[in-house]
T-cell receptor, first 115, second 114 residues
């Protein structure tokens, strides 16, 4: 199993450009999520999905869109990039949270710079 | 609003020493407390976790101590090794509908000197 994969690894955008960060998992996980990691702020939840066709907002959703058409894929779209969106983005997946131990599996991240 | 506060921000320990990272939470509805370890250029990975019905959990050199009344928990790394050098995140979790959400602390960058 490849686990959680993310593309691209690095990306530089100009202010106002749009792009899509790709995320895929091959573990048949119901739950998928996107986080952003900024120095001194930990990981903050952007959007999440509990299954195909179901998405919801996290703590910092503004400027981002998501959709989930399949169990495997959960792309994150930046509509009009801003310098404040410079960050490292992580995709994660897990089974439903009703059992223990509970673990979210993270991808390797995408480092995005907006100039 | 930071629901999980983590300290220190950075920590330097000699090889063989004990590393201690502390976290405090506010929401008493949290019912699961994991620690994640992140190496440079990698995504975080689950290290160890505890439920609030126990006060301590040990896995090898890693121990979580949990104080429910104080709403605090900590990670202890015994006999710290250079390979433990990484960023550590505490987290607190609760089940919201059909999704278990994680709220992360701000992270601690641990350096273990050889």
């Amino acid at each position: 199993n490849a686990g959680v994969t993310q593309t691209p690894k690095f990306q530089v955008l100009k202010t106002g450009q749009s792009m899509t960060l790709q995320c895929a998992q091959d573990m048949n996980h119901e739950y998928m999520s996107w986080y952003r990691q900024d120095p001194g702020m930990g990981l903050r939840l952007i959007h999440y999905s509990v299954g195909a066709g179901i998405t919801d907002q996290g703590e910092v959703p503004n400027g981002y869109n998501v959709s989930r058409s399949t169990t495997e894929d959960f792309p994150l779209r930046l509509l009009s990039a801003a310098p404040s969106q410079t960050s490292v983005y992580f995709c994660a997946s897990s089974y439903s949270g009703r059992g223990y131990p509970y673990e979210q599996y993270f991808g390797p991240g995408t480092r995005l710079t907006v100039t | 609003q930071q629901q999980v506060k983590q300290s220190p921000q950075s920590l330097i320990v000699q090889k063989g020493g004990i590393s201690i990272i502390n976290c405090a939470y506010e929401n008493t509805a949290f019912d699961y407390f994991p620690w994640y370890q992140q190496f440079p250029g990698k995504g975080p990975a689950l290290l160890i976790a505890i439920r609030p019905d126990v006060s301590e959990k040990k896995e090898g050199r890693f121990t979580i101590s949990f104080n429910k009344s104080a709403k605090q928990f900590s990670l202890h790394i015994m006999d710290s090794q250079p390979g433990d050098s990484a960023t550590y995140f505490c987290a607190a979790s609760l089940l919201e509908g059909s999704a278990r959400q994680l709220t992360f602390g701000s992270g601690t960058q641990l350096t273990v000197l050889p």
